[in-house]
């Protein structure tokens, strides 16, 4: 079966570091362009960052220089690193897979874990 | 940056009506651009990918349209299970997401 697990998530105080991770099932992480996209509570989606097969990573500018997306062939899982995390960083956090052959497109999700950042 | 601009923001609608929902970019994303259903508590589900083809498995009574800057996405006859928040999101240049619009039964 095709499918993401997202753990990692939790409460953290401002100023943090949090690492969440993505373990896949049924593909493989690094023949494809994998994201995190986040929601914060009662709003809507908000892309965050990407790993495309290549290596290459992009980043949303609310996160740039604070997050770090990975991703460890050898475990077949994802990552993102989250430092100086902040109370707008407040969200669930999902992995997803672009479709390897619909491009732009996010097919598998995870269920989410969730990030509160908080005093 | 493109932004993604849904409209409207919610909608109520009866049982088998027909309804309707825009997306606008912020500039031509030609055809980059996919349509989503959030259901409370789960992750997104893909329904239409290039503004108009029909994702697997997903019923016929949903489609989508337009090219450019304007988008449409369309439930034919309103089910009870299409209750749900749905929402564009762009590829042309990263990925962007509309704001959503919350659907309703009235």
């Known amino acids: 079966e095709v499918q993401l697990v997202e753990t990692g998530g939790g409460l953290i105080q401002p100023g943090g570091s949090l690492r969440l991770s993505c373990a896949a099932s049924?593909?493989?992480?690094?023949?494809?362009?994998m994201s995190w996209v986040r929601q914060a509570p009662g709003k809507g989606l908000e892309w965050v960052s990407v790993i495309y097969s290549g290596g290459s990573t992009y980043y949303a500018d609310s996160v740039k220089g604070r997050f770090t997306i990975s991703r460890d062939n050898s475990k077949n899982t994802l990552y993102l690193q989250m430092n100086s995390l902040r109370a707008e960083d407040t969200a669930v956090y999902y992995c997803?897979?672009?479709?390897?052959?619909?491009?732009?497109?996010?097919?598998?999700w995870g269920q989410g874990t969730m990030v509160t950042v908080s005093s | 940056d493109i932004q993604m601009t849904q409209s409207p923001s919610s909608l109520s609608a009866s049982v088998g009506d027909r309804v309707t929902i825009t997306c606008q970019a912020s500039q031509d994303i030609s055809n980059y651009l996919n349509w989503y259903q959030q259901k409370p508590g789960k992750a997104p589900k893909l329904l239409i990918y290039d503004a108009s083809n029909l994702e697997t498995g997903v019923p016929s009574r949903f489609s989508g349209s337009g090219s450019g800057t304007d988008f449409t996405f369309t439930i034919s006859s309103l089910q009870p299970e299409d209750i749900a928040t749905y929402y564009c999101?762009?590829?042309?240049?990263?990925?962007?997401f509309g704001q959503g619009t919350k659907l309703e039964i009235k």
């Open positions: 999101q762009q590829y042309d240049n990263l990925y962007t």
């Open positions: 049924g593909f493989t992480v690094s023949s494809n362009y």
């Open positions: 997803a897979r672009e479709d390897p052959s619909v491009y732009g497109a996010f097919d598998i």
